[in-house]
């Protein structure tokens, strides 16, 4: 047995001593509204946007469209960086990028499918229409849940690597990272309340009632998980997810 091995219950036990710790803090973080519309089309497509202040930031949700893909190939899945800690922690060919993107449009698209409404999400600037991210809410592993992501450019995160990413020297006078500090607080945030939003209303998930948001984050990725805290999602698991490699991952929930 490897001495990572012979150590993992003492690393699940300090991860989750952690975790709880961190969200015990936060118990009063009074969580940015965001205003939500929902609209249907002539053409039976549904738009979905939202808006959200935080410190001092409009921050703007659209759904998901086919035009998005070069944003989301070049900033997001072409990155290293960016993809390091998320699934797999592989980059994703562009012809991958716009068949996911494509799926997720489609769910904006069919009423008849067992996800619509619960997709991808363009995350901008509302001021500067620049492009920040994207937010995912889709169908979880387990019925009734739904599974939420988020991939943000890495001037965005509030530590970044100390490198130069491929394309940030063209971008450097149009973004500032400290403005967008706390960008993942605003994602959780607001896509939590989508999805009481669709519960409300009635949208089933994979054809049952939505009864709990989930996540999950690497123990090594702050960022990402204090995010989830801060937002009011709970820990019910430390583990290894096989298909996402050998890291140990917080499993988080928040029930609808």
Not at 241 to 254: E, F, P, T, V
Request: hydrophobic share 30%; aromatic share 10%; charged share 20%.
């Amino acid at each position: 047995m490897s001495a990572y091995n012979e150590d993992l219950p003492r690393l699940i036990e300090d991860a989750k001593l952690k975790f709880n710790q961190y969200a015990e803090t936060q118990k009063d973080f009074q969580a940015p509204q965001a205003h939500i519309h929902i609209e249907t089309e002539s053409d039976e497509t549904t738009k979905v946007h939202m808006e959200v202040q935080y410190n001092g930031t409009q921050y703007y949700f659209e759904s998901i469209q086919e035009k998005d893909t070069n944003d989301i190939y070049h900033y997001l899945n072409s990155q290293p960086l960016v993809r390091a800690k998320y699934a797999n922690g592989n980059i994703t060919s562009r012809e991958a990028t716009t068949a996911r993107v494509n799926t997720l449009v489609g769910r904006f698209h069919n009423k008849n499918s067992s996800l619509y409404l619960y997709s991808g999400f363009v995350v901008s600037d509302s001021q500067t229409e620049t492009f920040l991210g994207i937010a995912c809410i889709g169908g979880g592993s387990e019925p009734g849940t739904s599974e939420m992501s988020r991939l943000n450019r890495v001037e965005c995160w509030s530590h970044p690597p100390d490198v130069v990413s491929t394309y940030a020297v063209t971008d450097v006078n149009t973004i500032n990272k400290k403005i967008y500090s706390g960008i993942g607080t605003v994602e959780t945030c607001t896509l939590l309340q989508y999805a009481a939003r669709l519960k409300q209303e009635g949208y089933e998930v994979n054809g049952h009632p939505l009864q709990a948001v989930v996540s999950t984050a690497r123990v090594d990725n702050e960022g990402s998980w204090k995010s989830n805290a801060k937002a009011g999602m709970t820990l019910y698991a430390v583990d290894v997810i096989s298909k996402h490699g050998s890291n140990l991952r917080y499993q988080l929930r928040k029930n609808m």
